[in-house]
């Protein structure tokens, strides 16, 4: 795993795309790039699985395109030379802080998922209320809790980590700029995406006693019905915390029982959902790897 303390800060900024060409004429590979860079800035606000799912796998689609551009000779001796060098070494680390952005979403998943199949299992054996579920439920609420802990430290430090490139870029030099500033806002692209995906893993942060049950609440009332889109700004992550969280504080009152079906549907949306979201971030790891190897072996001939 890359080590986040080595690694420089990334840019933080609102990306959008921008047509960039390479002399003599543009490779096919950049209006790809900019279709990729538009469709994932086209919706800022995504918290749902499925919403980060699919920004993913335009995220992976757009690393393709990229390394096709990477691979072309003219993209090569445009960034090794000498204006250029600095800022490519840049770009080359800031990987190494995606590297772990993905690190730490892969361990969420995975422990998440884990204790997802294990309280599946155990429900499968014991009805909701018996004492080996209740248990159950209290070490997936406890996990949750690690996790969370972990995903909010690691989204400060990103916040403390982040700073805008400095490098003006004067119009003798755009031609051969170009290509920086597409790496530059795919990496922007990229930090946007992950920090969605950690937000939807953790979910919101313990609100106060007088709303902190308004997801509950809206969740869990039969008489009020949410539109569509009110449903997907809520992650698979969300609904399941938020069934469980309306258990515990419940669950000495009478007049509460919990439904078994209820519970084990929302544990199996969430463990497909991680299914889908853990694909994904290792697809990403491995292309972010790789773009950082292509990206110093230029420098190094």
């Known amino acids: 795993m890359a080590s986040s303390s080595s690694s420089p800060p990334i840019p933080k900024t609102s990306y959008h795309a921008r047509s960039i ?9 950049i209006p ?8 994932l800035g086209a919706s800022e606000a995504i918290s749902s699985s499925s919403s980060i799912t699919d920004k993913l796998i335009s995220l992976n689609s757009l690393y393709d395109c990229m390394e096709n551009l990477l691979l072309l000779p003219l993209s090569q001796q445009a960034l090794v030379q000498h204006q250029n060098k600095k800022c490519v070494i840049e770009v080359a680390d800031g990987c190494l802080l995606l590297l772990d952005v993905c690190s730490v979403a892969k ?3 995975l422990q998440t998922k884990e204790r997802v199949q294990e309280l599946q299992s155990t429900l499968r054996r014991r009805p909701c209320g018996s004492h080996g579920a209740e248990n159950e439920i209290g070490e997936y609420i406890a996990s949750r809790k690690k996790v969370k802990k972990v995903i909010h430290k690691s989204l400060r430090d990103l916040k403390t980590k982040q700073r805008k490139y400095d490098f003006p870029i004067t119009e003798k030099e755009h031609e051969t700029m170009g290509l920086v500033c597409i790496l530059r806002e795919v990496e922007a692209a990229t930090l946007t995406v992950l920090e969605s995906l950690l937000s939807s893993i953790a979910g919101p942060k313990m609100q106060s006693k007088t709303s902190k049950w308004s997801l509950v609440s809206r969740l869990v009332q039969p008489k009020r019905v949410e539109s569509e889109e009110e449903k997907a700004e809520v992650s698979e992550f969300e609904k399941v915390d938020a069934e469980f969280q309306t258990y515990i504080s419940q669950k000495t009152s009478k007049s509460f029982n919990i439904h078994a079906e209820t519970v084990k549907n929302l544990l199996g949306n969430l ?3 991680i299914q889908d979201l853990d694909g994904g971030v290792e697809c990403l790891f491995r292309r972010l790897i790789k773009t950082r190897v292509s990206l110093l072996n230029m420098l190094n001939h």
């Open 21 to 29: 060409s390479l002399p003599p004429r543009p490779h096919p590979s």
């Open 271 to 273: 463990d497909l959902s």
């Open 32 to 39: 790809e790039i900019d279709e990729h860079l538009c469709r």
């Open 107 to 109: 361990d969420a998943l």
